[in-house]
């Protein structure tokens, strides 16, 4: 993919963008890691990538020095407590930040090993590639639910009423909306639950083609069964693109991500395997977190 100024410019609603136009560290923290650890951060090539990466909002150190690699086809869950960045750090990758006034950002984003930052780069491509649902999902209500479902495709160069058809199908069938919806293609969606929402608008960004989802409580507000419903459809997209989502229900954090990272006070305090960090916790801050004990 070519993030390039000089490609479409129109805007990029693929998903929910909008068109385009510090605390003290523990011992455990402070600690060098150990060329074993270092090695495993580096046992594969990462889709997305922040270096020493810090984000300054109106004078407030937001984050700070952010370095963490996010591997592909995987689900990476980022946790912490309320105000710890993590959505702030979900957005950039999505470069979110161009939207808020009086954000500056330090450091390094990279995609497959291309800048997010450049000057030249063409954010409404980006946007397609990583794709962002935010929190709540944006269902445009106006809209019926083909037209929710194709608007990103169209502005991206969607040809044919026939194609159109056949990339609706398959991207409500990958969210398990097809059968459901298939009669009332043409309503507009009051008529669905908030969780098929959340799916409508997950069909909304596959059908684009993304390569990198990104996802911010997607299961909030949702009841127990359409939280798994939501979980078992993330774990069978991961097959076909890389997730990143944040949440603050830790037990969905444990059993359907494969990395987690632990955030607090705007800084990364752990990055690990999931099942490791779990059960072996490194850092005092991050056994805290996860016992359920004040940090």
């Known amino acids: 993919m070519v993030l390039d100024s000089r490609a479409r410019s129109a805007p990029g609603q693929c998903s929910d963008a909008p068109p385009c136009r510090g605390p003290e560290r523990s011992a455990a923290q402070l600690a060098p890691r150990s060329p074993l650890i270092q090695a495993q951060e580096r046992a594969f090539d990462a889709v997305l990538e922040a270096r020493e990466?810090?984000?300054?909002?109106?004078?407030?150190?937001?984050?700070d020095s952010i370095s963490l690699r996010v591997p592909p086809n995987r689900i990476t869950a980022l946790i912490g407590p309320s105000e710890a960045g993590k959505s702030t750090l979900l957005r950039c990758f999505n470069r979110m930040h161009d939207q808020i006034e009086g954000?500056?950002?330090?450091?390094?984003?990279?995609?497959?090993?291309?800048?997010?930052?450049?000057?030249?780069?063409?954010?409404?491509?980006?946007?397609?590639?990583?794709?962002?649902?935010?929190?709540?999902?944006?269902?445009?209500?106006?809209?019926?639910?083909?037209?929710?479902?194709?608007?990103?495709?169209?502005?991206?160069?969607?040809?044919?009423?026939?194609?159109?058809?056949?990339?609706?199908?398959?991207?409500?069938?990958?969210?398990?909306?097809?059968?459901?919806?298939?009669?009332?293609?043409?309503?507009?969606?009051?008529?669905?639950?908030?969780g098929q929402g959340q799916r409508l608008c997950l069909a909304r960004s596959l059908a684009v083609r993304p390569t990198v989802l990104l996802l911010d409580e997607p299961c909030a507000g949702l009841d127990s069964i359409e939280s798994q419903r939501i979980e078992l459809l993330l774990r069978e997209l991961s097959t076909d693109y890389s997730t990143v989502l944040v949440t603050h229900d830790l037990h969905q954090a444990r059993?359907?991500?494969?990395?987690?990272?632990?955030?607090?006070?705007?800084?990364?305090i752990e990055f690990r395997e999931t099942r490791s960090l779990f059960l072996e916790p490194r850092d005092l801050q991050t056994q805290a977190y996860i016992s359920g004990r004040p940090l």
Not at 53 to 60: A, I
Not at 138 to 152: C, E, H, T, W, Y
Not at 256 to 266: E, H, M, N, P, V
Request: net charge positive; proline share 3%.
């Open 103 to 194: 954000v500056r950002v330090q450091g390094e984003l990279e995609f497959q090993g291309q800048s997010l930052l450049e000057p030249g780069i063409d954010v409404c491509e980006l946007r397609r590639s990583i794709a962002l649902i935010s929190r709540p999902a944006a269902v445009f209500p106006a809209m019926s639910i083909r037209d929710n479902v194709l608007f990103g495709a169209r502005i991206h160069g969607l040809q044919g009423s026939r194609d159109g058809e056949d990339l609706l199908e398959r991207s409500l069938r990958r969210v398990d909306l097809f059968d459901l919806v298939k009669e009332q293609l043409d309503k507009r969606p009051h008529i669905l639950s908030r």
């Open 53 to 63: 990466f810090s984000v300054f909002r109106k004078g407030n150190q937001v984050l």
């Open 255 to 268: 059993r359907l991500s494969d990395y987690t990272a632990f955030l607090s006070g705007g800084r990364l």
